[in-house]
């Protein structure tokens, strides 16, 4: 008998993977956890019913929210991150060694014991003694910071659930007072192709460009998120996304990659046109 996950990525579309057995199932006090084995993408993680990551293709998501800034960012030494207990942000971060503290807040303690267990690669950086974990709610942890970070990633899942309030612009105001007068926060941002997905990113973007004065889109290609096609939102203080990035600086630190590079970079701000059409009215 075969044995298949499968998302609902709109009513008219879903998003099937062959599974070999499912590794683990539980309930949290936020949401369903699951951990499923496929002959395709190799172990994934899924909440409530949703694809989180696979370990074939979770290094293009990880890469693209934490390697962008920080080839911007001249000088990074206080993170915080939002989300993100699958330690996947935390393992690009950690191999920084400018970096001094990263401040990690995820809301589910159950998701992160259960990445560590099954996915020892992606959360091996959780155990670096800059990293320090919070077990709280993002929104209520960010109204206490005023600034103290140089760089906030926003790893969040999707706009409803748990996740829901990381896309208010109450939260956004909140990260812009976090961050030191040339701060930078990085957010997922949804994918800009399914017409109630687009909408979200739309929200977002809105609600950004209302706090930060610079603020734009970059993109990435992550085979099981929905369409394939996945936005990250850039906003910043003072830096902008190309005219700031210092390719020299971010090549000489010889961290090996396997989907960023810092002509990726340039070419991920290059939107295309319906994209360019989606966010043209809140746009600065």
């Known amino acids: 008998m075969d044995l298949w996950f499968s998302e609902k990525q709109t009513n008219n579309v879903k998003f099937s993977i062959r599974v070999n057995r499912q590794l683990y199932s539980g309930q949290s006090e936020f949401q369903r956890i699951d951990v499923f084995e496929s002959p395709e993408f190799g172990k994934f993680l899924t909440l409530d019913g949703y694809m989180m990551f696979t370990e074939k293709d979770e290094f293009i998501y990880h890469e693209m ?4 800034p920080m080839a911007v960012h001249p000088h990074v030494e206080n993170i915080l991150v939002i989300g993100a207990g699958d330690g996947g942000v935390v393992r690009e971060l950690t191999r920084y060694e400018e970096i001094k503290r990263i401040d990690l807040v995820e809301i589910d303690e159950m998701v992160v014991e259960v ?5 020892p690669h992606t959360a091996c950086g959780l155990e670096d003694e800059r990293v320090h974990i919070f077990y709280e709610d993002g929104l209520k942890f960010i109204r206490r910071c005023k600034e103290e970070y140089d760089l906030i990633i926003v790893d969040s899942t999707d706009p409803f659930g748990p996740g829901e309030g990381l896309f208010t ?6 990260c812009y007072k976090a ?9 997922q941002h949804e ?3 399914y017409e109630e997905d687009a909408l979200a990113c739309q929200r977002a973007h ?5 706090s930060f004065p610079v603020s734009r889109i970059y993109q990435a290609h992550i085979p099981t998120y929905p ?5 990250f939102g850039f906003a910043s203080k003072k830096y902008h996304p190309l005219r700031d990035l210092d390719e020299k600086r971010w090549n000489e630190r010889g961290i090996k990659t396997h989907y960023y590079t810092t002509t990726l970079h340039k ?3 290059y939107l295309p046109a319906y994209v360019e059409e989606l966010l043209k009215d809140v746009e600065k």
């Open 206 to 210: 809105r609600n950004i460009t209302e």
């Open 115 to 119: 990445c560590k267990e099954y996915f």
């Open 169 to 174: 612009r109450e939260f956004y105001g909140n």
């Open 227 to 231: 369409s394939g096609h996945w936005l």
């Open 179 to 187: 961050l030191k007068e040339d701060g930078i926060m990085v957010n």
């Open 65 to 68: 929210i934490t390697h962008i």
């Open 267 to 269: 070419g991920a701000f």
């Open 191 to 193: 994918s800009p192709f």
